[in-house]
């Protein structure tokens, strides 16, 4: 596969747009799947991340067949030759345009939520999505690109079929592309995880993206620099694992994200949730408890004790950083990186002040779970019933203080609407009632 998951390839694809860095770039994703691309781009490139959001006019007995699009901000284009060829009458066109201006405003809202729109106006617009099949909707978003002010627009994708060029003609500027098989049959095929991206995913990328952060009360202003930003590699044993490290100034402590299957430090939610942590004075430390060679080999993913143990590395690995000095520990577990969570706060005791489980896997650390000692919050989706049920019985066996707390409505991936703003604020008022506190109580304070 040449491709491990979205995120992968949008990293290769912004290593390869690398010669954009610094000229004046907004990075387009195409919802739902090019988002998580996009986002990478975006991190790559320094620039800032948005949706474009396109909506195709079909002639109504032949919807296949386009006879324009439209686009935010009023952006209307027709193609005149086969509205005539179609016989098209005005009022149809008329129907057609508002029942997709409809939809098209109903998706932007949905997305991008209360953020503005960024500004195209003299820029070159990279419009991204996660492949090309027919290029349909990426001619239409290169188009809107333009007619939104877009000075230059790249169309960049990790993968398309080798008469992509042909396909999407003058539409764009530049055309960039990673992988163009001989045998092209579906965009998937070219991925290892191809799972459907959510709407949770789309809103968590955008509003990950630094340059389009609102700062509140709550935040690290510009002139209150954080204390530790940046990439970080920890030795575990012969191997080095990877994670991103930020800690904003009198933060309460740390928390540290132990990541469920197939998911890594780049997972859009987490990062989510990270950010929410961070506005909340919570340092955040984004890890992948395996390096990429270990993860191919599934039954790692799995391995609670392998994952407990790095985790625990990671921790002592954290004491060493004299910035960091007298902040308390947090973990903040998915799926079966709650397991590992739970072994590591077994494992370490009161050096662990909270632990948080998303959709955790908590029954996974078997009989450590009355060893842990840390105040344990469990958040649960109310319709992912099998893993509700399992969460129940973990914490009837947990001797800490717990909580469970089910979001109404929600599934595993809590990617329904204000879902994972639930969990990013629960999780973050639990860390915030317990860290900062547990040290000054070891202390005898």
Known sequence: MPFLNRADAGRRLGERLQYLRGEPVVVLGLPRGGVPVAFEVARALDAPLDIIVVRKLGVPYQPELGMGAIGERGVRLINDEVVAAAGVSGAELAAVETFERAELNDR???????????????????????????????????QVARALGAARVVLAVPVAPPDWVDRIGGDADELVCLEMPEFFFAIGRFYADFSQTTDAEVLACLRGDPRRRRVTAGDFAPDDPPVADEDVEVAVGSMQIRGHLLVPEEAAGVVVFAHGSGSSRHSPRNRFVADVLNQGRLGTLLIDLLTEDEEVERANVFDIGLLGQRLVDVSRWLRTRRELEGL???????????????????????????VVSRGGRPDLAGEL?????????????????????????AESQLGCESRLEVIPGATHLFEEPGALDAVAVLARDWFTSHLGTASSRRAGG
């Open 108 to 142: 932007a809202r949905r997305f991008r939520g209360d953020l503005e729109p960024v500004s195209l106006d003299g820029r070159t617009a990279v419009v991204v999505d996660d492949g090309i099949a027919t290029g349909s909707t990426a001619r239409v978003a290169c």
């Open 328 to 354: 308390d520990l947090g973990y903040f577990g998915a799926s079966t990186g709650a397991a590992a969570a739970l072994f590591a706060a077994a494992e370490l005791g009161n050096d662990v002040a909270a």
């Open 369 to 393: 779970l009355a060893r842990v000692t840390a105040p344990t919050l469990l958040i649960v989706g109310g319709h992912d019933r099998v893993v509700l049920a399992l969460n129940e019985e």
